[in-house]
């Protein structure tokens, strides 16, 4: 254990950086806030390069820090203020090593997301696809970054639990349905199928689009078939987390 008691610290410098997009690209490492997220992340086995931790942390979490920790910072609480974007810091920040990226073979169900820009949208989602059971998820071009703040802690952690990729849709829909694999949209036009008309699947892909505008037309002329939730209230549209929500739950059997 070593201690950090000034803000201006390099290394706290250093690392408070890492609140930006570039410089987690750059380092190819990101931030972690809070317990759970790096309780999570130990479990996966992600490299963590440093962690800080203050009194509060110290207290509360003292014996799973004692058996699963060697080394880690001891910070003032002005300190892990500094690190974090939150208004009360959790206690705990790590910095995370970004994983390699690996070719990948899409075996199972599949969310893929075009231009989902909210981070707690796409956050929610991938937790979502983890508890019906998906394989993974594609962060089309567009997106929110997977390693922002908001969306790490709307995952819950499960961005661990299965494979959440980067990539651009219009070449990864062509590759997967040359495999085999049925691609579904999300669209309100003619040609659209309502949801509980199709059958239930093991291996396909669900594409979900932008909050405001939907799909894109590019992607929308790739798909095998479109879907619509029908909305039989008086609310134009749903939440395109909650929509995706009851589309992955219903189709993947």
């Known amino acids: 254990m070593k201690e950090i008691q000034s803000s201006k610290n390099e290394l706290i410098k250093a690392t408070k950086k890492l609140q930006q997009k570039k410089y987690r690209q750059q380092t190819q490492t990101y931030l972690l806030e809070g317990f759970h997220l ?8 992600v490299v963590l390069r440093e962690i800080f931790i203050s009194q509060r942390g110290l207290k509360e979490w003292s014996d799973w820090i004692e058996e699963y920790l060697t080394d880690y910072y001891l910070v003032s609480d002005e300190v892990l203020k500094a690190l974090t974007t939150q208004p009360t810091p959790q206690g705990m920040i790590a910095v995370a090593e970004m994983p390699k990226e690996q070719s990948e073979a899409f075996a199972g169900a ?3 997301l075009d231009h ?16 019906a059971g998906f394989a993974g998820v594609v962060l089309g071009q567009g997106s929110a970054d997977l390693y922002n703040e908001k969306t790490l802690r709307s995952t819950q952690g499960s961005l661990y639990h299965l494979s959440v990729k980067s990539g651009d849709l219009l070449e990864i829909v062509p590759m997967m349905q040359q495999a085999g694999k049925k ?3 999300t669209a309100l036009d003619k040609a659209a199928k309502e949801y509980l008309a199709v059958e239930r699947l093991s291996d396909f892909a669900l594409i979900m689009g932008n909050e405001g505008q939907g799909m894109t037309s590019e992607l929308l002329t790739l798909t095998d078939q479109n879907l619509y939730i029908p909305i039989k209230g008086q609310a134009e549209s749903l939440n395109v987390g909650i929509a995706a929500g009851i589309l992955m739950f219903h189709l993947l059997e």
């Open 38 to 45: 790096i309780q999570e992340a130990v479990k996966a086995k």
């Open 110 to 112: 599949w969310l893929l």
């Open 116 to 131: 989902v820009q909210d981070p707690g949208n796409v956050g929610t989602m991938i937790r979502t696809a983890d508890a």
């Open 183 to 185: 691609v579904f949209g």
